[in-house]
């Protein structure tokens, strides 16, 4: 473009920054020049101190941000009228220049001359804001905790390079030689300084609380859900003072995947992008079994089923609990309450009462107390605040559990506390409440297993084998999720063994870290998690910390398990304080080209009959998606025309063939005719490599590829498994640039369609 005329806004802007950009790689090589690593003051014997392991981190985080600036000083720029909290509490009212690099997570101002020049980290809350407001728009960020309390952007810049010379687009003023954008590549990306209003508004909303964000697929649900990792380590300084204010770090957060095949991508998108270290990550089966492990230390002869079980009926019994809601937890937890009522009055009969004849009155006197906690006990059904639970018992009955001790000798107690410890897993013993509620609701049962397996189970047989079991003392992997959820309610949540029963585990000794509780737990894709899974990952983590958690519920697509809503989030939450939930809907689809976009609105409002909940990406242009209407044995030659067309393409590098019911038979079939044909294929099933990815919805959920080459489409309607719609919508919303449909016939979904959304050949 033509050179901005010498003495405009424009040409003093781009002037300021070539200039500031010089300036702030002379400071960041003069203070790595001065860097000097903090010298740690702990002791040989205890090690580093925690304002040691502060300092040393904080160096860190400075030396890679000095680094940074030097290498490439700022990306984005931003000219603010802002309202801070000063240190007396006063509002004070600055107009400032500040400008943000995405390789930093500090906050670093130079000297230079009489002049400071402000290089913030991209998570600064004010840099976040000024970006995505209007200019001249005011932005109240009063509610969310910050000592920034308002921003108005006046002026802002992104820079493709600030040296050697500016590339940049200004507002105002427009481009200045701006360079080609490269089209992102597929996969989880951190956006950084690119994000949405919406993504921004979520991103930046709280330090604390839960926050939901739920979208259509590729609007940033889960890219954003793991920036605020990041936003909560670097910018936890800029909270109000006041209150309980916990500290975020790696330590203390967990991230759970509900779906496992993104693990490898969420743990390269933590570490490479967002330099959070990937042992974060966390898939939830993994978590829920051992946390099990931890908590239920006497089983009274419970164990795991050995019994080799046909796939459908796993898939019938996993149906049984898996596709409960939140309705279930209130109820069983209200039977469980009601077990445990019965049980705590018999205390005068066990074992414990009789072991120790010195303490015989002390021991009557527990036993009483035991049986008055539970006559007077108001049964609710919140199980956070159970009148119950053994926190709440103890607390009751501690005066009499506590001279009953006292009165015996150290090899009397041991053998009291072992015996006692051993009641109280009878007492509440998890595994007779499930068999109680599940086994006695027959006709829910048969309705669930007949939409998970399509009616293709005996459910009268397969319920009366898991109540069979249940009265065996056996269960499977589908009942661990909810012997962990009554446990973690049940058990004591005194950290310190002086304040709960002896020989009883923490429930939350396994969600916390030298004693500190986990600060920040974020869940991705919950709706593929059951309801107990929901409810017990969301009460681990601290009440005055943050939860985060990525949803979108048209896309459950098990058959045999998921959420509807998030309601069971709400049901035994540990964070406090009133509006600690806040819910975020991501409008606009990133992922996909207006074409994809387009058809995929379509889709969802004849598929759900709603008007679809998200925007189409109107800066990404490709080809309409294609119908090919073809007879079965002649979708393998179809399927290679589509890839050798496919492979010639510039834009086009990972290619998918999915099903949107997985049907391996069907599946190994078509890929030896496939292999026939001579196209180079994966194996079976992954999610990456060379060659033809072939696999079913449920195993890529939540990935994303180039080109997606979709099965099936013709029997969804028809179909009489659960969620096959949502299955159908998640295939479709796998590519970003080019989308394939091969039918046997015409498939009546896409009659209600718009026929200008797609292109259509048929034999």
């Known amino acids: 473009m033509n050179a901005p005329i010498e003495h405009d806004d424009l040409s003093k802007r781009i002037s300021r920054d070539q200039a500031n950009a010089l300036a702030a790689v002379r400071c960041a090589q003069h203070e790595l020049a001065q860097f000097r690593a903090p010298v740690l003051s702990g002791s040989v014997l205890h090690g580093p101190t925690e304002h040691d392991l502060g300092r040393r981190d904080y160096a860190d985080k400075r030396l890679a941000a000095l680094e940074a600036i030097m290498s490439d000083p700022f990306q984005a720029m931003v000219e603010v009228y802002t309202e801070v909290v000063g240190e007396r509490g006063e509002v004070i009212e ?23 020049i402000a290089v913030l980290s991209w998570t600064h809350p004010g840099i976040q804001l000024a970006l995505s407001t209007d200019l001249g728009d005011f932005r109240d960020v009063k509610a969310s905790g910050f000592k920034l309390r308002s921003v108005e952007p006046l002026a802002k810049a992104r820079f493709d390079a600030a040296l050697p010379q500016i590339s940049a687009v200004y507002q105002p003023g427009g481009a200045v030689r701006p360079q080609r954008a490269v089209q992102p590549k597929t996969g989880l990306k951190a956006v950084k300084l690119e994000m949405t209003k919406d993504q921004v508004q979520a991103f930046v909303s709280r330090m604390s609380g839960l926050m939901i964000v739920t979208g259509a697929p590729g609007s940033g649900k889960t890219t954003v859900a793991f920036q605020r990792i990041r936003f909560l380590f670097d910018q936890q300084d800029q909270r109000d003072d006041g209150g309980r204010l916990v500290k975020y770090a790696p330590d203390l957060t967990r991230v759970f995947l509900a ?11 933590l570490s490479k992008q967002l330099s959070i270290p990937a042992s974060v990550v966390e898939g939830v089966n993994d978590f829920v079994s051992n946390y099990v492990d931890q908590v239920w230390l006497y089983k009274h002869n419970a164990r795991p089923r050995q019994k080799r079980l046909s796939q459908l009926e796993i898939a019938a019994r996993s149906a049984i609990l898996g596709l409960s809601d939140q309705h279930d937890l209130v109820r069983l937890w209200e039977l469980y309450e009601h077990q445990v009522a019965d049980r705590l009055q018999h205390g005068a009969d066990a074992k414990w009462a009789s072991l120790t004849p010195g303490a015989a009155t002390q021991l009557a006197s527990l036993a009483s107390a035991l049986r008055r906690s539970a006559e007077t006990a108001n049964l609710g059904r919140d199980p956070a605040s159970s009148a119950l639970s053994m926190a709440a018992v103890f607390s009751k009955v501690s005066q009499p559990y506590a001279d009953a001790r006292d009165r015996m000798n150290s090899a009397e107690r041991r053998q009291f506390d072992e015996g006692f410890q051993q009641w109280l897993y009878w007492v509440y013993d998890p595994l ?44 499977g992997p589908e009942d661990v999720a909810w012997i962990a959820w009554l446990l973690r309610f049940a058990l004591p949540t005194e950290l310190e063994p002086q304040g709960r029963f ?55 697509v098990s058959p045999v398990q998921g959420m509807r809503n998030a309601e069971a989030l709400h049901i035994g939450r540990s964070l406090r304080g009133k509006g600690a939930e806040q819910i975020y809907p991501f409008a606009r689809n990133m992922r996909q080209s207006k074409q994809i976009g387009r058809f995929l609105q379509g889709f969802y409002e004849v598929a759900f009959r709603e ?8 800066t990404l242009e490709d080809k309409k998606p294609q119908l090919i209407v073809a ?52 194996p079976i099933w992954v999610a990456s490599g060379d060659g033809l990815l072939t696999s079913s919805v449920e195993r890529i959920k939540g990935l994303e590829f180039d080109a997606c080459i979709v099965l099936g489409l013709e029997g969804v309607e028809s179909a009489a498994l659960n969620f096959t719609l949502n ?18 016939e015409y498939p009546p979904l ?14």
């Open 611 to 618: 008007r679809p909940t998200f925007d189409v990406n109107s």
């Open 727 to 744: 299955r159908a919508y998640v295939a479709l919303s796998r590519p970003a640039r080019r989308l394939a449909l091969i039918c046997s």
């Open 432 to 475: 007779s409440a499930i068999a109680g509620y599940f086994g006695a609701r027959e006709s829910e049962a048969a309705h669930r297993m007949r939409r998970g397996t399509g009616g293709r189970v005996n459910e009268a047989e397969v319920l009366a084998n898991a109540q069979r079991e249940w009265n065996d003392r056996t269960y």
């Open 502 to 556: 002896r020989e009883m585990p923490s429930a939350l000794g396994p969600a916390t870290v030298d004693g500190d509780r986990w600060t920040h737990v974020a869940i991705d894709e919950a709706q593929d998690l059951t309801v107990a899974e929901a409810s017990l990952l969301g009460s681990l983590v601290d009440p005055d910390g943050a939860l985060t958690v990525s949803a979108d519920f048209r896309q459950i």
């Open 259 to 269: 779906n496992e095949s993104l693990a490898g991508q969420a743990k390269t998108l």
């Open 631 to 682: 007879p079965h044995q002649d979708h393998a030659r179809r399927i290679k025309q589509l890839v050798a067309v496919l492979r010639r393409s510039d834009v086009v590098s990972s290619i998918a063939l999915l099903q949107i019911n997985e049907d391996q038979q069907a599946l190994n079939v078509l890929r030896e005719e496939l292999a026939a044909l001579d196209v180079p294929l994966a």
């Open 750 to 763: 896409l009659r209600k369609m718009d026929k200008s959304l797609f292109d259509v050949t048929q034999s």
């Open 94 to 116: 600055k107009e400032q220049l500040w400008y943000a690099n995405v390789e930093s997570s500090v906050n670093e101002v130079f000297r230079d001359g009489s002049s400071n």
